[in-house]
């Protein structure tokens, strides 16, 4: 099959301020409504909530052309896989998968294999599946998701692999508003405030993959959120790499603060927001959450380091002072709150020093839970050009010394809940059980109960009875 390149990635200009193009919501074709008839598709999603809601848009243009999901990809007429770059192992994980879905394509032919989210934005990776894997016949950027149509039309009618990623205009997204069937969820809604990231950590691949920031109107944003209140949502996710820098790219102080108030005035049940960055989190913010209880009381601030020498090799602006002035202020103004961070061990050069001063902070904050790492060189990084004297058995080891301790906090907050109650939007069904039901209380805490599916979408009210470091098991208290 030959190959159609519109463009291709280049992380140096991907690192570049670049004019912002505003692309509207793609429309079907008639060629796809009439392909799409009784057609099938698989998606797998990699990575983070950005490309959950990517997953979800691309999900509801395939079932816009009359297509069907199903769970296994063979057999599928179109397998995407949405991809993350985060770290070397998600990367090896996608080519894995691609090598399994190579036999579901010698089974059906006519299968379309696309690959889509921040892995392709890397040249050599976006080169390699090209090269490896020849039963790809669809690769498409992250800004690129508003041409899916056209792009899949291409390679149906011209029979040819269609690779469309560029780094030079990172789009404004229109998102569709409010279909149901554009969400995984049917209670629980991730909704975009802005896209990118303009902060350039230096170990991190996402300002090359996700473009510069890019904030969403705030009237499409409130707009979004009274259409999913109509459809029955609970509660939604603010989304941003950087939600606190919401509104900069535009000239505007403070924007976050106030759209904050004015999504909880709204009147949906729950608000969450991820993810604040500690020296641009301000009191504002702090403010407008004391004041709505319906803006839940739970906040990752991801902290990475310890070490204020680190944290200055990371680019991260801020030292582990500041951050804790944060927390003891956040902490002041919201009590009751639940925190949880993002830590990197390993980080070239890091010394047993730098890394007992993480382990400072953790036994300081004492977090409800955290994302814990080891540090994966991404090429193309600032950080991917330093020499590294730590070997991987001091990595490992410092990595489950500090899993110990962030685990032993974990199960001591969530013995707190014992013999209290607490509010619970319950939304799944136990795979294994199905008399257990779970969900999430305000500070984030899952919590499992004996019950049926008719709770599924309702807050109810919970007495904890027991606690394990990652659970809380309950019981229903009717009032
Ligand atoms: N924008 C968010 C985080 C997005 S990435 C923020 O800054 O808070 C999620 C987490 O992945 C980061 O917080 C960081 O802890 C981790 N991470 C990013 N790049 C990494 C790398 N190269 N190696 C290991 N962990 C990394
Ligand atoms: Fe990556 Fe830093 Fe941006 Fe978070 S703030 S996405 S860690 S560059
Ligand atoms: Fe991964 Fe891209 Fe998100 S690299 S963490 S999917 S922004």
């Known amino acids: ?166 780094s030079t205009s990172f789009s404004l997204l229109k998102e569709p508003v409010g279909s149901v069937a554009s969400r995984f969820s049917k209670h629980k809604a991730f909704v975009n405030i802005m896209y990118g990231c303009d902060k350039f950590c230096t170990y991190c691949i996402v300002p090359y993959t996700r473009g510069r920031e890019r904030s969403r109107d705030k009237e499409d944003i409130i707009k979004e959120v009274e259409e999913l209140i109509k459809l029955g949502y609970k509660e939604v996710t603010l989304l941003g790499q950087n939600v606190d820098a919401y509104g900069k790219d535009k000239g505007e102080k403070y924007a976050f603060a106030s759209l904050l108030e004015e999504v909880a005035k709204t009147g949906i049940k729950r608000i969450r927001f991820t993810t604040p960055y500690p020296s641009d989190f301000n009191p504002e913010v702090f403010q407008v959450m004391a004041k709505y209880n319906n803006i839940m009381p739970s906040i990752h601030l991801p902290i990475q380091s310890g070490s204020d020498e680190i944290l200055k090799k990371m680019n991260r602006r801020y030292t582990s002072k500041e951050y804790l002035d944060i927390v003891k202020l956040l902490r002041e103004k919201l009590p009751d709150v639940a925190l949880t961070t993002d830590i990197i061990v390993g980080f070239p050069n890091e010394t047993e020093e730098d890394f007992l001063k993480t382990l400072d902070i953790v036994n300081e904050v004492k977090y409800d839970s955290a994302y814990t790492f080891i540090y994966s060189k991404r090429p193309g990084t600032p950080a991917s050009k330093l020499y590294d004297n730590v070997s991987e058995s001091v990595k490992h080891e410092r990595f489950d010394r500090l899993k110990k301790i962030i685990d032993f906090y974990a199960e001591e907050n969530a013995k707190k809940y014992v013999g209290k109650t607490t509010e619970v939007l319950f939304d799944t069904v136990s795979k294994r059980d199905k008399t257990m039901i779970s969900g999430y209380n305000p500070q984030g805490k899952l919590v499992h109960v004996k019950g049926d599916e008719s709770i599924l979408g309702q807050i109810r009210k919970v007495e904890i009875q027991t606690s394990h470091t990652y659970s809380l098991i309950g019981e229903i208290k009717d009032e």
Not at 69 to 94: M, P, W, Y
């Open 1 to 166: 099959m030959k190959t159609k390149i519109l463009s291709l990635p280049d992380l140096k200009k991907a690192g570049q301020k670049k004019e912002i193009e505003s692309v509207p919501v793609c429309k079907p074709t008639d060629y796809l409504l009439s392909w799409g008839r009784d057609k099938t598709f698989a998606i797998r999603t990699y990575g983070c909530q950005a490309n959950v809601r990517d997953s979800e848009i691309i999900r509801n243009y395939l079932l816009s052309l009359g297509m069907k999901e199903k769970e296994d990809f063979s057999g599928a007429d179109f397998v995407l896989f949405n991809t993350c770059a985060i770290r070397e192992n998600a990367e090896n994980h996608l080519y894995g998968e691609l090598g399994l879905c190579k036999k579901a394509y010698d089974n059906k032919r006519d299968m379309i294999i696309a690959v889509c989210g921040c892995v392709v934005q890397e040249e050599e990776a976006t080169r390699y599946i090209l090269e490896h894997f020849k039963h790809v016949s669809l690769i498409f950027g992250t800004s690129r998701i508003n041409s899916f149509y056209y792009l899949l039309q291409d390679c149906l009618k011209e029979k040819m692999r269609i690779v469309d990623v560029s």
